[in-house]
């Protein structure tokens, strides 16, 4: 049995509707003639800048309802799950003191409105918390909340490769015609993107440090939208698409411009 318990003290039972291991949120639902129910109005993560001041609320160290400030450091980060595989996309980072037990809190603007979940920190053994926090972006949270109420579960589009990013000296070097853009170092076999005919790399290189491999397909963008960089791929995969939907992939191979259709799958 899960319960829930309020700022009075009072704690009721909550049903688990279902959760989205890939974005770190769950949703339970608690039925209004248990408690009285107050909702947090939600923002939007879309149009977020930095300097923008923030407010995190949560229970750090067992501390309920403890509010800390500071301002958004920075969007659109990648950053390493915690529950998955997948890396989390587009999180947005604060200076706004999150500890142990702010996880799951929300960050508000200064309208209070939730424009992130408080999911995880950057600390030394020394000093703890060092001005490094990332929340789940809002926007993201409503998609799963949207799959979760209607069927208990969220579904990600699914490519089955490997990219790298292409910058522009790597473009100088290696005669690419293009500056940015993500090259397809490669693919699953058996995936989407094999079965579709995406290509990837036939050897490897070592430039300036880094290895690469070359001689894929370079994808410069997908459904008409451009890719810059490996994230832009699981940025515009994983949020705006869906499993089955076929998607069209712009890529830079032998020299030519070729649009390749791709049936996406489902993540496993």
Known sequence: MVYVQFSDGDRVPAQIVGWDPY??????????????????????????????????????????????????????????????????????????????????????????????????????????????????????????????????HVSYAYLGLQTEDLTPAIAKAFGYPVEHGAIVGSVDQGGPAALGGLRGGRHTVLFESEKLTLGGDVIVAIDGAAVANSDDVARLVAERMVPGEAAWFTVWRDGKNVVIPVRLGARP
């Not at 107050?38 to 609320?57: F, K, R």
């Not at 800390?68 to 450091?73: A, L, T």
């Not at 390493?80 to 142990?100: F, G, H, K, W």
């Open 23 to 152: 974005d770190d949120v769950g949703v339970l639902r608690v039925s209004p003639s248990a408690h009285k129910l107050v909702p947090v109005p939600l923002g939007s993560s879309g149009d977020l800048v930095v300097g923008q001041p923030v407010a995190a609320i949560g229970s750090p160290f067992g501390a309920a309802t403890s509010l800390s400030v500071g301002v958004i450091s920075g969007t659109g980060r990648t950053i390493p799950s915690l529950t998955t595989a997948y890396d989390l996309l587009d999180a947005i980072q604060t200076d706004a003191p999150v500890n142990q037990g702010n996880s799951g809190g929300p960050l508000l603007d200064s309208h209070g409105r939730v424009i992130g979940i408080n999911a995880q920190l950057r600390s030394s053994l020394e000093s703890g918390f060092v001005g490094v926090a990332f929340a789940v972006p809002i926007d993201s949270a409503k998609r799963s909340l949207s799959q979760l109420l209607a069927s208990g």
